[in-house]
């Protein structure tokens, strides 16, 4: 665990976002290189599904990045033959540092991923069997199997469909004397509304856990995410705009939360030779290879964050000119998106009735990889056999659980589920053309809709 004092605080291969496995954008060696041009062929030619010459066929910029940075970090590890944290100075204790000093937070713990952060900071929050924990239901599954860790039971409020974040104005009709804590996800790179979700937490002093797995630097009226509840979660897994294979932090302001968590982190064992074995834990540690990439990888995660948003605001500017196109809007408190998923809602009624799942195949075909993104979680298996076990069972009674599927319909999401598109972080990394380029294989397909649906009717 590194804390800083207030005085320093300042301030694809195969694409897995979100941990679900998208369409690989072809490999292209490393870097962002800016992807050779296809001569174009016009929105007007034939679509690449039908036959006719794909928009693009060039691959995006690969991901992840990286050069002798990386290499020289990894080689100074490994010739260290210090591979582990230990006590003292360390690279997961730099790394920690850099990460609270890039966040403006007090303290940060780096750990295995981001998994392994939520499930510590749920443990240092004392969360619990017969506790309700209030949380988005369009997120990766992690964000809901370290409350079923902890055998609590999750409340799924809907999501703003607009935004594809959690509908904070929804929380406060959720919570119930048995609520414990609040998870709203920063989803896609994109912000909650915070104030509203602070605000419903307040009355009774819940605890806010920001799941920021997915954004990294973004921010909430100039606050970055994660440091605005108790505490804030990061995932370093290999899709994420900061990678080093698997990897996560923890941030917060909370002294004695930090303490627990490191502890809970290292096999119950505190910080300082005297520690002892003093509060619950596990080994979730980073290793030194892990925060040496981590800081090399830090060293482009401004300039590729300035980036990713000047494409993405053109892209949306273009894009929302396409009937039956939507982007995902921000709330006016977002000041910065970190855009680790382009994402928009595709209406089959402005693109004569053609079925989502033909878009996404027509666009591929075009040269521009994209994903459906999320089924609700809500309505996955996991839960039904969590809840079916001996534990849930003795913990709340076959009834609770029952009513439980009553008080967890989300219609929005489900609708969402159905409407959303993503396109990866690293699409974003290229130059403008590339931007160009998506434009305009959404156009083709739009002005050709017609015919591929009756296609793919045949
Ligand atoms: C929203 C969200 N929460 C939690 C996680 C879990 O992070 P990790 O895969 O590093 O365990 C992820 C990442 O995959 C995520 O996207």
């Not at 920690?96 to 713990?109: I, S």
Request: some cysteine.
């Amino acid at each position: 665990m590194t804390t800083i004092d207030k005085s320093r605080r300042r301030f694809l291969g195969t694409v897995a976002a979100g941990g679900v496995t998208l369409v690989s954008a072809r490999p292209q060696g490393a870097g962002a290189q800016p992807a050779a041009r296809t001569p174009r062929s016009g929105t007007a030619g034939k679509p690449a599904v039908m036959g006719g010459t794909p928009v693009r066929t060039a691959a995006f910029p690969s991901w992840p990045v990286q050069d002798s940075r990386e290499e020289q970090a990894l080689v100074t590890v490994l010739k260290s033959g210090k591979w582990g944290r230990g006590g003292g100075q360390s690279k997961v204790s730099a790394f920690e540092a850099q990460y609270a000093a890039a966040t403006g937070a007090a303290h940060c713990l780096a750990t295995a991923n981001g998994t392994s952060a939520l499930l510590t900071a749920v443990n240092a929050l004392d969360i619990g069997p017969g506790d309700e924990v209030i949380v988005a239901p369009y997120t990766f599954i992690a964000t809901v199997n370290v409350i079923l860790a902890r055998h609590a039971l999750p409340v799924f409020v809907d999501t703003d469909i607009e935004t594809f974040q959690i509908d904070a104005r929804k929380i406060a009709a959720a919570i119930t004397d048995r609520t414990r804590l609040i998870v709203p996800v920063h989803l896609g790179g994109s912000v909650v509304d915070m104030d509203t979700v602070m605000s419903a937490a307040a009355p009774r002093s819940i605890p806010v856990l920001e799941d920021a797995c997915q954004s990294h630097l973004a921010q909430w009226k100039g606050r970055h995410v994660g440091s605005i509840g108790t505490a804030g979660c990061f995932s370093f897994q290999a899709s994420k705009n900061l990678n080093s294979g698997e990897g996560g932090a923890l941030i917060t302001s909370d002294a004695g939360l930090a303490e627990r968590a490191y502890a809970f982190h290292n096999n119950s064992r505190g910080q300082g030779p005297d520690a002892g074995y003093a509060a619950p834990g596990l080994n979730l540690r980073l290793t030194e290879f892990q925060a040496a990439l981590l800081s090399a990888q830090m060293t482009r995660l401004e300039t590729q964050s300035r980036q990713r948003e000047t494409n993405a605001a053109y892209l949306t500017q273009q894009l929302a000119q396409i009937p039956g196109i939507t982007p995902a809007k921000m709330y006016p408190g977002v000041t910065r998106n970190a855009y680790h998923l382009y994402m928009f809602r595709y209406d089959p009624s402005g693109f004569a009735g053609l079925p989502r799942a033909a878009f996404l195949k027509a666009l591929r075909a075009e040269g521009v990889p994209a994903s459906g993104g999320y089924a609700p979680l809500n309505r996955e298996r996991f839960l039904a056999s969590t809840f079916a076990t001996r534990g849930y069972r003795r913990i709340y009674g076959e009834a609770t659980l029952r009513e439980w599927a009553d008080r967890n319909q989300t219609p929005q999401n489900d609708r969402l589920c159905e409407q959303a598109v993503w396109l990866t972080q690293a699409m974003l990394l290229g130059p403008r053309d590339d931007m160009d380029q998506i434009v305009e294989a959404v156009r083709r397909i739009q002005q050709h809709a017609g015919d591929i649906a009756r296609q793919s009717n045949d």
